[in-house]
């Protein structure tokens, strides 16, 4: 067994992972780091060391035109020679879905893909959904987190597991054009209103160099996406020209940043826990349904507690976070320390926080009101440079 191959059912037993009768969905871009994770994959069902359905996932932006259109013929020639079964999502006017911004370009694309993966999960009654990400992706978006200014949560970076919330749409994406043969009626393992999860079995042990390596000695070509060399995004960026400065203090240091990474990510999992704990004494809802987080004794909890809770309580009152940065927190935390009662903060989307009696109000405007009963939260694109939640 290749080492590559020994390493995947390893972490796969380290995650806990089922080994037979479920499915999971593979999201392959045509990239060394997926085409890698399908080739061993298909290696352990060779060997009879896992006994699961596994579904090839490929989504074209229909960013780049023909390459575009090269990368799905090539996934479609690859999941016939392994055999797979494969299911294709495509945008097919990418200019209505994705501005042509290059500061949104990378986030709007991540949340098409990922609908599609959900969708595609779905209709398989998918116990999870498998994605290729490694060592230096970790390091990458440690690296992008700590330049916003992010906090404990961002810098934790990308988990290795996670729910993937369910949801059923409204209304369909008129741009997203899907593809996945009958797959309602060949799977009935987990019922549909159920989590699916999000796994990352590469992310922990697996540099791209070692996926690009795999690749070549199976003699299976994969594909490079030239927007990958466009030192134009941040990601980029950081990947062509930060990490190989840094590589010059320490040369495992994409090793040492994902393994920073991690530390920092279990250490907000347990403030995470207690502040979910601590929150049980704060009364976030009233029988009026004004949403009020009571201050009384809340300015004694420790700082990183304290803010946990508001983000969880912000998150409860919007729906989210998207579109808060930084700023705003520390607005509220300024509003709270402060002696001041009627004092109000502004948050986007007409918004606001306003202190008063002891206690945080949270209100919106009538307009906004109307506009979020008929928001499709999955369909948010807006990020901002300081965002306060990481979506990985």
């Known amino acids: 067994m290749h080492k590559f191959v020994r390493s995947l059912l390893t972490e796969w037993r380290k995650l806990g992972l089922p080994f037979s ?202 594909r490079s996406d030239s927007m990958n060399e466009n030192l134009a995004f941040r990601r980029v960026r950081i990947r062509k020209v930060l990490l190989p400065l840094l590589e010059d203090f320490n040369p495992k240091i994409v090793e040492t940043l994902a393994k920073t990474a991690n530390l920092l990510q279990e250490d907000f999992s347990q403030i995470k826990n207690s502040a979910n704990f601590a929150a049980g004494n704060f009364q976030w809802k009233e029988p009026n349904s004004a949403n009020i987080l009571n201050l009384k004794e809340f300015k004694n909890l420790f700082p990183s507690m304290r803010r946990q809770i508001l983000r969880e309580w912000l998150k409860n009152c919007r729906g989210g976070l998207q579109k808060l940065d930084s700023k705003h927190l520390e607005a509220i935390e300024n509003l709270i320390r402060g002696r001041r009662s009627g004092r109000t903060i502004e948050l986007p989307n007409g918004e606001t926080v306003i202190k008063r009696q002891g206690k945080l109000f949270f209100e919106k405007t009538k307009v906004e009101k109307s506009r979020t009963e008929n928001y499709n939260q999955g369909l948010d694109f807006t990020k901002g440079e300081n965002a306060i939640e990481n979506n990985d």
């Open 21 to 222: 009768d479920e499915t999971f969905v593979v999201a392959v871009s045509g990239g060394a780091d997926s085409v890698s994770l399908a080739l061993a994959l298909n290696e352990l069902e060779r060997l009879g060391k896992l006994n699961l359905r596994f579904v090839i996932a490929h989504f074209n932006h229909n960013l780049r035109g023909e390459e575009s259109d090269e990368d799905e013929r090539f996934i479609r020639n690859f999941a016939e020679n392994f055999d797979f079964e494969l299911a294709c999502g495509k945008i097919q006017n990418p200019e209505s879905t994705i501005e042509n911004q290059i500061g949104n370009l990378e986030q709007n694309a991540r949340f098409a893909r990922y609908d599609f993966l959900r969708q595609t999960a779905e209709n398989l009654r998918a116990f999870g959904i498998l994605t290729a990400h490694t060592l230096n992706d970790q390091a990458e978006t440690f690296l992008l987190n700590l330049i916003r200014g992010s906090g404990l949560e961002g810098l934790g970076g990308i988990k290795t597991v996670r729910d993937f919330e369910l949801h059923i749409p409204d209304s369909k994406n008129e741009n997203l054009q899907s593809e996945t043969e009958d797959f309602q009626s060949k799977s009935n393992i987990q019922n549909p209103t159920s989590k699916i999860l999000l796994v990352r079995p590469l992310l922990k042990w697996a540099r791209r160099e070692a996926t690009e390596n795999f690749c070549r000695e199976n003699k299976i070509e994969f």
